[in-house]
């Protein structure tokens, strides 16, 4: 009988201890799922972040550039407004002078208009030179063309000077394009 109890302590501690050990095991099982959880949610938290941040510094940047572009380009409104008195002030100029009073109102006039555009340029402005050049639709606007036998889409003439500010087209060349006489016109000749 003696054997019998100590069988049956033995046989009660082995279910005890495998208990413990589902036990174990189970509690293993909640902490490794536990654990599975909170590193896909760290996963997720870090790449939130790290697209926050990446988005907090694209902003920065682009408000940086921003800031620049806005510097460069402060006094484009007032030189492009500028433009059309000092072109008025240049065509007097250049004006033939009826009377020797008036050519002296004119020169004083022309240095008025060199200053003036002295100062433009200090700012940033420049001339488009235009004439004898290839057209270029980016910085002229052809008003008319005329038709030559030897080239085409070259500049002949300027109606309106145009303008640069910077790296900007500020206002476009007028000027008069030619164009190649068709083959026509050269047999009516």
Request: charged share 40%.
């Amino acid at each position: 009988m003696a054997e019998n109890i100590k069988e049956e302590e033995k046989v009660a501690e082995d279910l005890e201890s495998e208990a413990k050990e589902e036990s174990k095991k189970e509690k293993k099982n909640k902490y490794k799922e536990q654990l599975d959880k909170l590193e896909a949610e760290y996963a997720t938290l870090k790449n939130d972040y790290l697209k926050v941040y990446a988005e907090m510094e694209n902003t920065k940047r682009r408000i940086k550039d921003e800031a620049i572009k806005d510097r460069k380009y402060a006094s484009q409104k007032v030189v492009g407004e500028l433009i059309g008195p000092v072109d008025m002030l240049l065509q007097i100029v250049n004006m033939p002078a009826p009377t020797p009073e008036i050519q002296n109102y004119q020169i004083g006039f022309q240095m008025i208009a060199n200053q003036l555009l002295d100062i433009l340029k200090n700012e940033g402005l420049a001339p488009i030179e235009a004439l004898g050049k290839d057209f270029d639709p980016s910085l002229m606007q052809a008003v008319q063309t005329e038709e030559t036998e030897d080239s085409e889409n070259i500049v002949l003439k300027v109606m309106q000077p145009g303008y640069m500010y910077k790296d900007r087209v500020l206002r476009p060349a007028m000027v008069t394009v030619s164009k190649k006489k068709s083959e026509e016109k050269k047999e009516e000749e």
